[in-house]
């Protein structure tokens, strides 16, 4: 059975690789979490994953019991009582243990383990048949050094071995039993540390034995109060031997179930998990449709597609005018500069890959943004990196927001060359064909009309009609007439019909395109901001889930 009252919740053996894995979890949210965790919990973390490792590789099964407490508590006394031999130093100067002190029962080599432990002083204790029920053999039992010592270094030395050890028994004495430095400083710091605590009010003899039951219950209080509940409370006196029985077989319970090294450790990953997962939150944020729609929409006025979908329906209708228009004008409009050419975003004939595109046409000549542009940029990567980091804490909203908010020219960049990489590409209609080839046979009316006309125009001023036939009639106007008049008539109309349909075609042709762009400019907001910001949070979420598993050992 377990020597303590193992707490509510702590109690279960923690098996090797229970402990391995939580361990291993530890690592990864530390890893994970990075520089967005505080450098002194990520530092304490690694020590407690190094320290299970190095802990857990350590043959021979020993368990490690530290005896602690306040200068002149009797820790050396009582420490000398349990070994059954004047081991350790006593005496009335103060502070009289400078460095740690170890006793060890068994066979077993225990010298890798000290060395770890950096205890130099050893006794190894003889077998003996004690009261105690179950044998000591594997109990390793350092005297430490007062952790309230006026030397510096005996305090630290102390701390140091205290981080190391299996099992804590802090040693008071009934004068000095409620010492806030002893609580404050040091028990209520390992709260989540229960199951491997045990108290001891020694010196008992020094007060009337009806005192020794309340002083007992009001250190019991004081354990609850530093967040120990159920730790163990004993009276000793090293003096008169009271108590020491009692605590001798509690030390041998925790030697014959051989888990205090595990449960100690697991304590410490609870600990430096539960410290860290202060600095988590219990979900992650994200960007909802309407601040992504924003992002786009201030990305895409800030790349230009506004200019280069007009650009693109001009283009249309002065092609389609070039094309469709009537054929003795429409010389014109080829003359004019074309809108998309301007702007280096005449790729239509280019069939390559996105970076032959940006390797030919290279940048394009649209005008940089306004600063109305720039600013409503700004403001949409501010709004989504307060989206996704409205509920982390403040290291993980700061990192979404440097993750939202691309440095230098690079967005700028990769937003143009999107414009650019994008084919504004597009089949003409078939009825601008078919618009163009009636187009050319009206013209080829009106010249044959007026050719026609022509001819019987000079035969008469030649005096010549007799020699031309004549000319054939629909209803009482003649062919050339007609062809020359209906072309005339019909042609430019045929311009105005096209020219209509070419608006509702250069609409239709300007949302297509637009389209085309924020799809561009969708992938630049996902690789340049979107991206950035969910891997923060996928960092974040793999934090603590880390170490929901880490605190769960």
């Known amino acids: 059975m377990s020597p303590l009252r193992m707490g509510a919740a702590r109690g279960a053996v923690v098996s090797p690789e229970r402990l391995a894995a939580a361990a291993t979890s530890l690592s990864a949210a530390v890893d994970a979490g990075d520089t967005e965790l505080p450098a002194d919990e990520r530092r304490r973390a690694h020590a407690v994953v190094d320290k299970v490792g190095r802990r857990t590789a350590l043959v021979g099964g020993h368990t490690v019991v530290a005896l602690a407490g306040a200068t002149g508590s009797g820790k050396s006394s009582l420490f000398n009582a349990l070994i059954g031999a004047d081991v350790a130093t006593v005496g009335v100067r103060r502070p009289t243990t400078s460095t740690p002190t170890a006793a060890i029962w068994g066979d077993a080599p225990a010298g890798e383990l000290l060395d770890w432990l950096g205890v130099g002083a050893r006794h190894h204790v003889a077998a003996e048949d004690g009261a105690q029920v179950g044998s000591l053999d594997g109990l390793v039992l350092l005297d430490l050094p007062d952790v309230d010592s006026r030397e510096l270094a005996h305090r630290v030395e102390a701390e140091r071995v205290l981080e190391l050890v299996d099992l804590f028994v802090w040693v008071a004495d009934p004068q000095k039993y409620a010492d806030a430095r002893l609580h404050d400083d040091h028990v209520a710091t390992l709260a989540s540390h229960e199951a491997v605590t045990m108290a001891v009010l020694n010196q008992s003899d020094r007060v009337?034995?009806?005192?020794?039951?309340?002083?007992?219950?009001?250190?019991?209080?004081?354990?609850?109060?530093?967040?120990?509940?159920?730790?163990?409370?004993?009276?000793?006196?090293?003096?008169?031997?009271?108590?020491?029985?009692?605590?001798r077989q509690r030390l041998a319970n925790a030697v014959a179930a051989r888990t205090m090294a595990r449960a100690r450790l697991a304590a410490d990953v609870r600990s430096a998990a539960g410290a860290l997962s202060a600095h988590v939150a219990p979900a992650e944020g994200g960007v909802d449709d309407s601040t992504r729609a924003e992002l786009l929409d201030a990305l895409a006025r800030s790349a230009g597609v506004p200019a280069v979908v007009e650009a693109v329906v001009r283009d249309?209708?002065?092609?389609?005018?070039?094309?469709?228009?009537?054929?003795f004008t429409r010389w014109v409009h080829r003359l004019r500069a074309r809108p998309l050419r301007r702007l280096r975003l005449d790729g239509r004939d280019v069939r390559v890959s996105e970076s032959d595109v940006r390797s030919v046409l290279g940048r394009s000549s649209l005008p940089p943004p306004s600063p109305a542009a720039r600013a409503a940029v700004e403001l949409a990567t501010r709004r989504v990196a307060d989206r996704a980091g409205a509920d982390l804490p403040a290291p993980w909203a700061e990192a979404v927001q440097r993750a939202a908010t691309p440095a230098g020219p690079d967005l700028g960049d990769a937003l143009d060359q999107a414009v650019v990489g994008t084919s504004l590409y597009a089949r003409s209609p078939v009825w601008w064909r078919v618009a163009a080839l009636v187009q050319l046979l009206l013209a080829a009316a009106v010249v044959a009309g007026l050719l026609w006309l022509a001819a019987y125009v000079v035969a008469g001023w030649l005096q010549l009609d007799g020699l031309l036939p004549e000319a054939p009639t629909v209803g009482v106007l003649p062919v050339p007439f007609l062809l020359f008049a209906g072309g005339l008539v019909l042609g430019p109309l045929l311009a105005a019909l096209s020219s209509w349909l070419a608006r509702i075609g250069a609409r239709r042709r300007g949302t297509v395109m637009d389209a085309r762009l924020r799809s561009s400019i969708e992938t630049v907001a996902d690789g340049e901001i979107l991206a950035p910001v969910r891997r923060v949070l996928d960092r974040h979420a793999a934090t603590r889930e880390a170490l929901r598993h880490a605190a769960d050992v």
């Open 208 to 247: 009337a034995p009806e005192d020794i039951q309340p002083l007992r219950t009001d250190l019991v209080r004081l354990m609850e109060r530093d967040g120990m509940p159920g730790a163990t409370v004993l009276a000793t006196s090293a003096r008169t031997g009271a108590g020491v029985d009692e605590l």
């Open 316 to 327: 249309y209708r002065m092609e389609a005018a070039a094309d469709t228009g009537w054929p």
